[in-house]
């Protein structure tokens, strides 16, 4: 049987630490704004069959995103959570499998997309992640208080796809909130693999990242 796709891009966050009067996935970055470029990498895959965006509902009524590539839109939540439970309910019985991807993050390359899909052939969930190299501190009041152990500690990364029908049922039992949807599959159980991420798959999160995406 033919497994079916969804992308689905959170693009409902404030994103106030990137600066900026307009929420940082609404900048631009090139040709067109950050999301729009996330979209398109999506849009622009050839096993993606769906493509819905999450937006914040003060958004909705907008001209912030972009009409080409076409998507669903979605009202997103008061979370994370709520939003990815949103774009999740509208992925269902359209999908077998879906692809949950920050809006934030315009530089997905499509052999991350194609390495999360393939680990889904043997596997509930899959991510791409990159090892952490750099040494971690603990701190307090600018002090350093400890060293953290950086064995097998990984950056993790978007898009994080799964079978829907279990991650569907993992939002719906638990309503705690989670920074990412890996959280929530393993508290439900589900197995994920972790696949190579890619050190420019960046997020804009502060000032200086929409320069370095721009490079």
Same mark, same amino acid.
């Given at each position: ?6 992308? #689905? #891009? $959170?693009?409902? &966050? *404030?994103?106030?630490? @990137?600066?900026?009067?307009? =929420? ?9 704004? !950050?999301?729009?470029? /996330? ?17 914040? =509902? ?7 995103? =972009?009409?080409? =590539? ?13 939003? !990815?439970?949103?774009?999740?309910? @509208? ?6 499998? $879906?692809?949950?991807?920050? +809006? ?5 390359? %499509? ?6 899909? @393939? ?24 002090? $350093? ?10 950056? +993790?990364?978007?898009?994080? &796809?799964?079978?829907?029908? %279990?991650?569907?049922?993992?939002? *719906? ?18 197995? !994920?693999?972790? !696949? ?10 502060? %000032?200086?990242?929409?320069?370095? /995406?721009?490079?």
């Amino acid at each position: 049987m033919t497994m079916t796709t969804a992308a #689905i #891009i $959170v693009a409902a &966050g *404030r994103g106030t630490r @990137a600066g900026g009067e307009i =929420p940082k996935q609404w900048q631009q970055l090139g040709d067109r704004t !950050v999301a729009a470029h /996330a979209m398109k990498a999506f849009a622009d895959h050839p096993l993606i069959d769906k493509l819905i965006l999450v937006l914040h =509902p003060d958004d909705v009524e907008t001209n912030l995103w =972009p009409s080409d =590539p076409a998507a669903d839109i979605v009202r997103g939540g008061e979370t994370r959570r709520a939003s !990815v439970l949103a774009g999740l309910e @509208a992925a269902e019985g359209h999908a077998d499998i $879906v692809l949950i991807h920050d +809006a934030a993050r315009p530089l997905i390359s %499509p052999t991350i997309i194609d390495d999360v899909l @393939a680990a889904l052939d043997k596997h509930q969930g899959a991510a791409p992640a990159v090892p952490v190299t750099d040494t971690l501190w603990h701190g307090a009041d600018s002090h $350093v208080t400890g060293v953290q152990d950086r064995e097998g500690l990984y950056r +993790a990364q978007t898009p994080q &796809g799964f079978h829907l029908a %279990p991650l569907l049922a993992a939002h *719906r039992a638990n309503t705690a909130d989670a920074t990412d949807d890996v959280a929530g599959a393993r508290a439900a159980g589900l197995d !994920v693999a972790i !696949v190579t991420g890619d050190e420019k798959n960046i997020k804009i999160t502060m %000032p200086g990242d929409l320069a370095r /995406a721009e490079k």
